[in-house]
């Protein structure tokens, strides 16, 4: 969980191509934001459903809370390691070299070695605690599913949801497929669809 003197979290979720890297980004440009992106995927986990459905027992709740705190924490490559470098209030000029430093240096050894250490090195955030603290702010494409469970764990979380004209965000989520930026695209599969009470509600 959060402690009391660290500002609430944010969390942007939405669909894939849906533009929640755009408003990410527009986030990561404030200069007292701590950005994570996709940390879930990143650090994925299989110890809460990907939809998980109420009621929710208070095992599933903690769990939830660790893992999230798991999210805010992730230092690696794959969620930190965005093309742009923002400047940030907290981190003085030398944390700021440092960390610009080891980050393309990972990039670096990674793209040369074709190895995927974007889920197993680490970037240091290089945080001055002497100066503002940081707000986290993290996005996802997988947490939609989880969000209630989230928000029950966090109380304080701050969720925004972003959502795309249907037919434009599967026009970009067919085109990212066939330009090899992602997975190819499927058929979104109804087996955790329809056991939830909104599927129900709607027959």
Not at 86 to 95: E, V
Request: with cysteine.
């Amino acid at each position: 969980m959060a402690s009391d003197t660290r500002p609430s979290p944010i969390l942007i979720i939405g669909s894939p191509r849906s533009g929640t890297t755009w408003l990410g980004q527009i986030y990561n440009s404030h200069p007292d934001t701590l950005y994570r992106h996709e940390p879930d995927i990143a650090q994925p986990t299989t110890d809460i459903p990907f939809i998980a459905n109420p009621p929710y027992s208070p095992e599933m709740v903690r769990t939830a809370g660790d893992y999230l705190e798991t999210m805010i924490n992730c230092r690696l490559l794959r969620a930190v390691g965005g093309r742009v470098n923002f400047t940030k209030s907290y981190r003085n000029p030398m944390g700021s070299f440092s960390r610009l430093a080891t980050l393309r240096f990972a990039q670096f050894a990674e793209k040369i070695s074709r190895a995927d250490l974007g889920r197993k090195f680490a970037i240091p955030d290089y945080v001055d605690q002497t100066r503002q603290l940081e707000c986290t702010v993290m996005k996802s494409v997988y947490a939609d599913g989880r969000a209630c469970l989230f928000s029950k764990a966090h109380p304080d979380l701050r969720i925004i949801h972003i959502v795309r004209h249907p037919c434009g965000q599967m026009a970009s989520l067919f085109q990212g497929a066939e330009l090899k930026l992602m997975p190819s695209a499927t058929k979104p599969s109804t087996h955790d669809l329809a056991p939830t009470a909104q599927a129900k509600a709607l027959g």
